[in-house]
């Protein structure tokens, strides 16, 4: 799996997925930006609701729930010092149906969380780094 993100001024990048898929971040004016895109932490959040989404809506079809909505919507609290981290995030599933099982809701967010998502898990994953500067 790869990505890349390139430059296009201001504070603006493209982040673009190996899958071939594009998208625009930007910070804020007061920092420099055009507010033309996400921010990188919100992006976070937002692949990881994704993530156990796409994993919950996967085992409730599974377990035969005849759900007709779901919706996860992600709360993270951040560090007053830099990195300005997340020191807490939290995950409301609204899961939208008529004879959903209450159990079968929550075993797939648990094996979501505990098994499947992989946002989840590389939240804890190390980071290596290198760079290369090319004379124009």
């Known amino acids: 799996m790869n990505a890349k993100v390139i430059y296009t001024g ?8 190996g899958s071939g898929h594009a998208v625009v971040m930007d910070g804020t ?9 996400m921010r990188p932490m ?8 994704g ?21 996860v919507s ?3 609290e951040k560090a007053e010092e830099y990195p300005k981290k997340f020191t807490a995030i939290t995950l409301e599933f609204v899961v939208k149906g008529k004879g959903v099982s209450e159990e079968a809701v929550r075993k797939a967010i648990e094996i979501s ?17 290198s760079y290369r500067i090319e004379e124009i």
């Open 42 to 49: 919100e992006m976070l959040l937002v692949a990881l609701g």
């Open 29 to 37: 004016p007061d920092v420099g930006g055009r507010n033309a895109g």
């Open 74 to 76: 992600i709360n993270g």
């Open 51 to 71: 993530c156990t989404g796409m994993d919950v809506a996967s085992v409730l079809t599974k377990k035969k729930q005849s759900f007709t909505g779901l919706e």
């Open 10 to 17: 201001g504070l603006q990048f493209v982040g673009e997925s």
């Open 113 to 129: 969380m505990e098994k499947y998502c992989s946002v989840k898990a590389s939240l804890l994953s190390d980071v290596t780094w």
